[in-house]
């Protein structure tokens, strides 16, 4: 009896509620300071940081950032959030500021917070918000939103 109570003991501080959660945050945070090091200066478009673990009923912040590193200025960008298509997760994602059109010189780069939610009834799983700049980069960048 002592060693099955011991078994299921260790298990639960090794399962996510325990030390293995611990672990999976800490593992994320390092990743979200790197990434706002380096804040993917190789890359035209980025987001900080690129997944996120939600609770149900609760909200995050993620980074867009915009890079110019062509020779021309970029005039009439805007920043568009598009959400996964599945019914059964109820996530939004929308621009905190900088939704307007914005022009940007060569070298000089634009950022802007989305607020990524999930509603108290949302199914567990991922879901996925698309961050692009339309008519400027001709690539997007994923959220991953993983609800716990």
């Given at each position: 009896t002592l060693l099955s109570l011991a078994l299921v003991w260790i298990r639960g501080m090794m399962g996510e509620g325990g030390i293995g959660g611990l672990t999976k945050t800490a593992f994320g945070q390092a990743e979200g300071a790197i990434s706002d090091i380096y804040q993917g200066s190789s890359e035209e478009l980025t987001v900080v940081p690129e997944t996120v673990s939600v609770?149900?009923?609760k909200t995050t912040k993620v980074t867009a950032r915009l890079n110019n590193m062509g020779d021309t200025d970029y005039t009439n960008a805007k920043f568009a959030v598009e959400v996964s298509k599945d019914a059964a997760q109820k996530?939004?994602?929308?621009?905190?500021?900088?939704?307007?059109?914005?022009?940007?010189?060569?070298?000089r780069y634009k950022e802007v917070d989305l607020e990524v939610k999930v509603l108290a009834y949302s199914s567990l799983g991922t879901a996925y918000c698309i961050v692009s700049v339309p008519g400027i980069v001709d690539?997007?960048?994923?959220?991953?939103?993983?609800?716990?």
């Amino acid at each position: 009896t002592l060693l099955s109570l011991a078994l299921v003991w260790i298990r639960g501080m090794m399962g996510e509620g325990g030390i293995g959660g611990l672990t999976k945050t800490a593992f994320g945070q390092a990743e979200g300071a790197i990434s706002d090091i380096y804040q993917g200066s190789s890359e035209e478009l980025t987001v900080v940081p690129e997944t996120v673990s939600v609770a149900q009923g609760k909200t995050t912040k993620v980074t867009a950032r915009l890079n110019n590193m062509g020779d021309t200025d970029y005039t009439n960008a805007k920043f568009a959030v598009e959400v996964s298509k599945d019914a059964a997760q109820k996530v939004s994602c929308r621009f905190i500021s900088g939704t307007e059109s914005f022009a940007l010189k060569s070298g000089r780069y634009k950022e802007v917070d989305l607020e990524v939610k999930v509603l108290a009834y949302s199914s567990l799983g991922t879901a996925y918000c698309i961050v692009s700049v339309p008519g400027i980069v001709d690539s997007e960048k994923t959220i991953q939103i993983d609800i716990e």
